[in-house]
């Protein structure tokens, strides 16, 4: 799978991606979106997101420290977004921590058509209804429960799932990828799924519309990768998550189409 | 025009700037006002803002992730600076890209007296009224249909008018100024127009109340400056956009008055 | 006292610390709580902060920019928290500077049973309601009128009362201690005091339910030196205000609690 094709396709065609995310990662997630090439917009009111979703070429939802009326943006921008055929990622983060967030990412998914739902393993699980608490994809197979439960929603819905940790899968209903990239550090800034989420609009922004649920998939396999190559660059330079997160900017910025399918790590599971 | 002893007076004074800003840049806006040697303050709660408005030197209004809430923070606390003769700076990110934006800029610009309108060029044509979208400064000379549409508002209202691009202008309704120093870099950050706004808070809080457009034009001039220089510095430093914003506040504070001296691009357009 | 030990157990059991906090520090609080080794969590809405401050090691609330809709939040948050014996850390940021915050910050220690009470000394002294303005706390001795003040608030409480500046003051109600750690680059960054403040919910997060005031006072100690000598190593390798915050993280992450112990400036007052 050539990867490297759509992170140049990003920085060709500068995709306007329209955030309504969290308090914690809104200036990082903006910053990962310009350093890799793409034009990010945060808007949040209610007076506005539909427009801003429909001139946009993705919507990135992001649960992160969700109030009642940035839920209510994320529902009418994203419907919004269906109408005119602009893809919607959604990361609902932190759900199952609260009754709260478990309704809301419930009731979000169920109105709005996502083209790409990405999650941490423990949030999928909780999502997808799977019993039990999943700390981590370290050790996950792809003939276990979770990639299981996870490609037959994406069969089911006609979306892209990812659900990201050391090992990332992705899975777009038919097949299951194994991705391998990333660095530890990752987990010690805070954002750094946000900011994939992000990046995740970047590239489905450049994804032809009408195109296939494996077009879309590779599309995101592709900035999974670019991000964790990055990652894996950056940490080289970096001598803790101060300085690490700077030189993840950096190396979204400076990054190679050609080095993204030369250290790209991904099998079919 | 001598800048420098504007930044001289930035760090002698600490103005306290009052900053009603965008989600996005509410850390980075306050970082450059403390790198510069002023004092932030951001304050949002309607119960609040007239009173902190009052006191502090400078307000700086940013449209950025504006909601109605927001919005109306942003009116109460215009008008207690105006009645208290507390210059504002107002910044209307993002005016054109959907007509609520549109709407909330036209109507603060009528019920708020700016002491300073900062936007890039595309905003500042859109809030003026002229047809067609600008794309960037770079191409415009001073007789062309937006700098002269900048002096007639200018003029008309007082005010002084600023557009920022690779080239920057200033107007005070009698004279434009082209300014030309600043680093691409800064468009690879999100957030660079807005610590400029924050730092024109800091510059027009050190003019003496009751001083001329000229005398206000001057400090811009300076604060444009001074941050534009600041950036090259940077730049210098930098490995991408993470370590350039990181040496952008580095420099904001290590910036000697006379470097700007040594180092302005002004002259009159 | 030894104080290393505390940094031991917030990285072996990584509490869950639940932030309200202030839009400007909203990242570099859970950065700094990340990089620390602890998990931090945000989460505003009236719908779950309850729930969230229940499962929580800690609640950290923070005023720095308070609005009608988050000072309710944190009075839930604050009364679930003291039902369910988790501790909280408030920070009345900007208390004086507004009729508004003045009366909030107040009402809210009228409602919610502090563990740890952290301000500046200018805050502190409106708070405990001395006459005058207190500029810093470089120039206090323990037996001046703002030390006493605190001492008999604790002793009152039942809560640990912290003043940072150049010198930090932290009592517990029967001793005050003096903590000359630190390093002068914090006061150019916004939010130290707020980091800290998050800090603070690590370090109490690990504290056994039920021990004295005089324990709760040793892991603050232990937090508020941890922070500061973090701050030293940083300035050593920063090059200004960004540099710094950057090297601040790294430092907080690499941060060895023999360090803490070699270098710890703490003496009873």
Not at 209 to 236: D, L, M, R, W
Request: glycine share 8%; hydrophobic share 50%; aromatic share 4%.
């Amino acid at each position: 799978m050539q990867l490297g094709h759509w992170l140049a396709a990003v920085r060709q065609r500068r995709p306007l991606v329209h955030n309504i995310t969290n308090l914690v990662v809104t200036n990082t997630a903006a910053n990962a979106l310009l350093s890799i090439g793409a034009s990010p917009v945060m808007a949040y009111a209610h007076e506005e997101v539909a427009d801003m979703a429909s001139i946009a070429a993705a919507l990135a939802l992001n649960m992160g420290t969700l109030i009642p009326e940035t839920v209510e943006a994320m529902r009418i921008a994203g419907r919004a977004a269906n109408s005119a055929g602009v893809p919607v990622v959604f990361d609902p983060v932190g759900v199952g921590a609260t009754p709260y967030r478990t309704e809301t990412a419930k009731d979000l998914i169920r109105d709005v058509k996502l083209a790409v739902l990405r999650a941490n393993a423990g949030e999928m699980s909780v999502l997808l209804g799977l019993p039990g608490q999943v700390k981590g994809v370290d050790a996950l197979a792809a003939d276990d429960a979770l990639p299981m439960a996870m490609k037959a929603y994406a069969a089911e819905k006609g979306t892209v799932v990812i659900a990201t940790g050391a090992v990332d899968f992705v899975t777009d209903g038919e097949n299951i990828w194994q991705l391998a990239n990333g660095h530890s550090l990752l987990s010690s800034i805070t954002g750094s799924g946000c900011m994939l989420t992000a990046l995740l609009g970047a590239f489905v922004g450049v994804v032809p519309e009408g195109s296939t649920p494996a077009t879309f998939a590779e599309a995101c396999i592709a900035a999974v990768t670019s991000y964790n190559v990055a990652a894996e660059q950056a940490a080289k330079l970096a001598h803790g998550p101060g300085t690490f997160q700077a030189r993840l900017l950096d190396s979204l910025y400076t990054l190679e189409p050609s080095t993204v399918d030369e250290l790209a790590r991904v099998q079919l599971a």
